[in-house]
């Protein structure tokens, strides 16, 4: 689990704020020469690929706007993960509550009158993702903190549960003909940045990443300043310990759970008010499972979750720009070393940090 | 410390170095004279050894044949189908192809907005007005769409005739008019050659996961055949590998959908009545290199091979010359338009 206080006494010859970025940048420096030979295997040249990935991303107004468009879902799912790992649980549910949560969005969006205020009728819709993902994560919180039941396999579990429960919504009794998808919602709709923009247009990014934001700032104030968020960490560090300094973690488990989920089910409304304005079956397929790799490289921490998100998000945008020249598996490939290199490059350079630390102090 | 900074600069030195490699087949992004196609297939949809995996063989033949270049985007979730298109699109490509119906809606908006570029969607889903009409494509996209219940009506009088019994079964899917398409051309196919002969017709569920339980499949196929059924038509994706299943077990026959599913079960596949999605391909870039690329509605039928069913050396000897015959001449009655065959139940 990442520490969060900067060190006591920097290592000589490193500035201080360099310290934090050197664990990812190596990470990063070892998946861009495993891409490099990943590439040159497919007889590409690396420069090329590179260049298109970079310019079909970061390179042009639109390519950004899908990397932001990108990044809100997984915003949203990464700290629903991270919250879990902090105190100790390991969502994997967050697939499913994200569905659950568009689909919430949707099916209140098409409760409402059409002519809704869009006052009203956003935060309702909202409330309704963040509702709908808290029930989808409600069943393993209270199982685990009822039973002690394991929340790994209930959150897997739940994940296919509620996958065939939305399919078989949207099939009979909310289906348009010849479609997976719902009818459009009636009120609710966020508008895209290409409203105050045309830079943006024809991308798919719209205002619900403030509505993201929002909640990596929740999340930081959340965990880092309230008395439920200590309690949060102290049993997530160390259960027992924490039960004997009077800390319900129960509870505290329930509580978390069914918070991770309304962080899960808030990254619906991307999709569903922001971008299509209609649920649609596996409409962010994926994105909940990547929420796992979004919170181990963001450290479990709401800055680092959002700059992680922003960095998967641009892989598979630039997954499409590099698509000419080689298969779309090979940027998955490179996503899943990103993954294998932060998991054990971090760890070993923030040993050799400390190691110096330990020698200077 | 020292040891940190030197594997940093060995890492950054070893990018460097890989950078500058330029490897001697490296292709460019290609440009210039001749047709540029550009195909989206649906999120997961490549190997699907059916229909998205045909529209890249149509392509291929497109690439080899009439010099088309081909670019391929395999979309890694939802929004990337209206991306990957608009990349497409925005690179001034002459056709963008989208495969599957899920595209119908993202295709249509970029039509719209990209009127130089050509379209087409493959199955794409023509909505009706409230008259009931259909509602006309934009004029630079065309909706490959296909005669199933054609090729499903030859499939039909086929297991009727070969068969030798009464009753002829039918495994359907997804519970949705698409695949009542497939029944009822099977159902006229065979009552057009045994009036009294009745299909049993079964659907394996009424949501997406119906097209992909064979377990489901198995179990409606083994009761069909145990009430004395003799040849079972699937039109369920993979719910049809347990059709095929339990026609090895019952040594009885089945049909195959889409494409040629012989390899599947060989010995007890009669035929498979299959949808010529290479050939939509195929034809709409030929259309397009030759300037006569037309929007609106194609309907693919008997006619023009957009279905058919399979009859090679694999299954020849399981269709006797008679037979064959008679279905030759069906077909001439449909492609003349002596027969109409019904698409609805």
């Known amino acids: 689990m990442a520490t969060d206080r900067a060190p006591a006494v920097s290592p000589p010859g490193i500035p201080r704020w360099l310290q934090p970025l050197l664990p990812p940048l190596t990470a990063l420096l070892i998946a861009a020469v495993v891409g490099d030979l990943l590439i040159l295997t497919f007889g590409q040249s690396p420069r090329e690929v590179f260049r298109l990935l970079i310019e079909g991303t970061w390179g042009n107004a639109y390519g950004l706007g899908q990397v932001l468009y990108k990044a809100t879902t997984l915003i949203c799912t990464g700290l629903a993960v991270a919250l879990g790992i902090r105190a100790g649980m390991f969502n994997i549910g967050a697939e499913g509550q994200l569905a659950l949560g568009g689909f919430a969005a949707a099916a209140i969006g098409l409760l409402l009158p059409a002519g809704t205020p869009a006052l009203v009728a956003i935060p309702v819709c909202v409330a309704a993702a963040c509702a709908g993902g808290s029930a989808g994560a409600a069943v393993p919180g209270v199982l685990k903190a009822r039973f002690g039941a394991s929340e790994v396999i209930v959150t897997i579990m739940m994940n296919f549960i509620i996958a065939a429960l939305l399919n078989w919504a949207v099939a009979t009794q909310l289906n348009v003909a010849e479609s997976l998808h719902t009818p459009e919602i009636h009120a609710g709709a966020v508008p895209r940045l290409a409203a105050v923009s045309a830079l943006f247009s024809g991308s798919a990014a719209n205002f619900t990443i403030l509505f993201a934001l929002g909640a990596a700032v929740f999340t930081g104030w959340w965990l880092f300043r309230t008395r439920a968020g200590y309690e949060l960490r102290a049993a997530g560090l160390q259960p027992d310990a924490a ?19 309304a962080l899960a089910g808030l990254g619906g409304v991307n999709y569903v008010l922001g971008y299509k304005q209609y649920y649609e079956e596996g409409f962010a397929a994926g994105a909940g499972y990547l929420g796992i790799a979004v919170a181990l490289v963001g450290r479990n921490h709401p800055a680092g979750v959002v700059i992680s998100a922003l960095l998967f998000a641009t892989l598979s945008q ?44 | 410390m020292r040891k940190l900074f030197t594997v940093l600069g060995v890492l950054v030195a070893l990018h460097l170095i890989l950078l500058l490699v330029e490897p001697a087949g490296a292709s460019k992004v290609a440009t210039g004279e001749g047709v540029d196609v550009g195909i989206v297939f649906d999120v997961g949809g490549r190997g699907d050894k059916s229909f998205n995996d045909g529209a890249f063989i149509g392509a291929e033949r497109a690439q080899r044949e009439l010099g088309a270049r081909v670019r391929f985007i395999e979309p890694g979730e939802g929004s990337d ?10 690179e001034g490509m002459d056709l963008v192809i989208g495969v599957g119906f899920i595209f119908t809606d993202d295709l249509a908006l970029l039509a719209r907005e990209y009127p130089n570029v050509k379209f087409a969607g493959v199955d794409y889903a023509v909505a009706l007005d409230s008259a009931g009409n259909a509602i006309q494509p934009p004029s630079n996209l065309v909706a490959l769409k296909f005669r199933e219940e054609q090729g499903s009506f030859l499939v039909g009088a086929l297991a009727a005739l070969v068969g030798k019994s009464k009753k002829l079964g039918f495994v359907g899917g997804m519970d949705i008019p698409l695949i009542h398409k497939f029944e009822a051309g099977y159902r006229a196919g065979a009552t057009a050659v045994c009036p009294d002969c009745t299909v049993i017709a079964q659907y394996a569920g009424a949501t997406p996961e119906a097209f992909k339980n064979p377990g489901r499949g198995q179990e409606l196929a083994l009761s069909q055949y145990q009430q004395g059924v003799n040849v079972i038509f699937h039109a369920s994706g993979s719910t049809g590998l347990g059709v095929f299943e339990a026609a090895r077990r019952q040594r009885r026959l089945a049909i195959g959908v889409d494409a040629d599913q012989y390899s599947e079960a060989p010995g007890y596949i009669l035929t498979s009545m299959v949808k010529g999605v290479d050939q939509a391909v195929y034809g709409a870039i030929e259309d397009v290199r030759a300037q006569r690329f037309e929007g609106g509605i194609r309907q693919l039928g008997l006619a023009e091979e957009g279905v058919n069913f399979i009859d090679d050396a694999n299954n020849r000897s399981l269709i006797p010359d008679s037979v064959r015959t008679r279905i030759e001449a069906l077909r001439q009655d449909i492609i003349a338009g002596k027969i109409v065959v019904p698409a609805t139940r």
Not at chain 1, 244 to 259: F, P
Not at chain 2, 81 to 90: Q, V
Request: cysteine-free.
């Open chain 1, 243 to 261: 039960e004997y300094g009077g800390i319900r973690v129960g509870s505290v488990w329930l509580r978390t759970m069914l918070l991770s989920g």
């Open chain 1, 318 to 361: 630039g997954a499409l720009a590099v698509n000419a020249l080689v298969p779309k598996q090979m940027v998955d490939v490179l996503t899943a070393i990103v993954i294998i290199a932060v998991a054990t490059a971090v760890p070993e350079v923030e040993r050799l940090l400390r190691a110096v630390r330990g020698k200077t102090a």
């Open chain 2, 81 to 90: 189908r209206e991306a990957g298109l608009r990349l497409l699109a925005a």
